[in-house]
């Protein structure tokens, strides 16, 4: 099967990974993929606190850390190289580390066996980008961020589909999106012909360390809250869409909810699975 294309550059991305020698060189050639930050002297340490800070920030704002948490099972979407994984680790039961690209989760291994608590961790290659090898019913979260708005827009529903089934009645969701935004006319299909540039040999090695290249090749998705909650809405109950302040995006079906957290262009979908 031909590889369709909004998978490219994480695939080429995560090969990069793959020849680094430690997590540390890991973090300095493509830990900006991942949280943004750049720098000849970060840490893979580093990189981890930057999640072990926004974990207990979500699941808190968000209502989704309680008593059994340590007893629950947790599926991550797109977990990359573990930046956030290593906190669930500590903070749920069991968690299934998704992402598309393999050499990503092998890092995620060893570093959650540095930072978080490996016992807990399994992970899952997401071969097709749009459906999750788990059965019904077999997670009490399932968590994604930043990651549906790196997928094309058939995808991340299919995806967002899927964690609903996952998810066991009485549980919950926290899917992270783009809503559509000023620009977006010129971004999405820049985005389009710079990720076609990516199968081609060495050409893609070298733009995956081209932060802004990279940057508007990853742009494959914008979604607005009617678009996602509509074909779920029957499945989900307790729909709470999670924005910005100084956002203006509004949702038929959900109780709106502001976040400092939340980036401005960015929403959550957070809802309880019936
Ligand atoms: C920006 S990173 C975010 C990683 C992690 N959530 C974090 O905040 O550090 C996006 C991740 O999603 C993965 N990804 C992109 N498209 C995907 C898809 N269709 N299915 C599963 N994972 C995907 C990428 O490989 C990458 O690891």
């Known amino acids: 099967m031909r590889r369709r294309s909004q998978l490219v550059p994480w695939k080429v991305a995560g090969r990069v990974s793959e020849r680094m020698p430690t997590g540390d060189d890991v973090v300095r050639e493509t830990g900006w993929v991942f949280n943004n930050a750049t720098g000849d002297d970060l840490t893979l340490a580093e990189f981890v606190a930057t999640g072990d800070d926004e974990v207990p920030a979500y699941l808190e704002t968000f209502g ?95 995806l967002a589909s899927e964690a609903v089934r996952v998810v066991e009645p009485g549980g919950k969701i926290a899917l992270n999106f783009r809503g559509p935004g000023f620009g977006d006319r010129i971004v999405v299909p820049a985005g389009a012909v710079v990720r076609s540039m990516y199968r081609v040999p060495k050409v893609g090695d070298w733009l995956s360390r081209q932060r802004p290249v990279t940057r508007l090749a990853w742009q494959a998705s914008r979604l607005h809250p009617d678009q996602v909650i509509g074909p779920l809405s029957p499945q989900l109950t307790d729909i709470q869409v999670w924005k910005n302040p100084s956002s203006r995006l509004s949702a038929v079906d959900a109780a709106m909810r502001t976040f400092e957290g939340v980036n401005p262009h960015h929403w959550w979908l957070v809802a309880e699975v019936t």
């Open 64 to 158: 989704l850390r309680g008593d059994h948490t340590q007893q629950q099972r947790l599926v991550e979407i797109g977990a990359g190289i573990g930046r956030m994984t290593c906190a669930f680790t500590r903070e749920f039961g069991s968690v299934v580390a998704c992402d598309l690209d393999q050499g990503f989760l092998e890092r995620c291994h060893e570093t959650v066996g540095r930072f978080g608590k490996p016992d807990r961790l399994r992970t899952l290659e997401v071969a097709n980008g749009r459906t999750l090898d788990l059965p019904p019913n077999s997670a009490d979260l399932a968590f994604s961020y930043i990651t549906l708005q790196h997928c094309e827009e058939d995808d991340a529903l299919e």
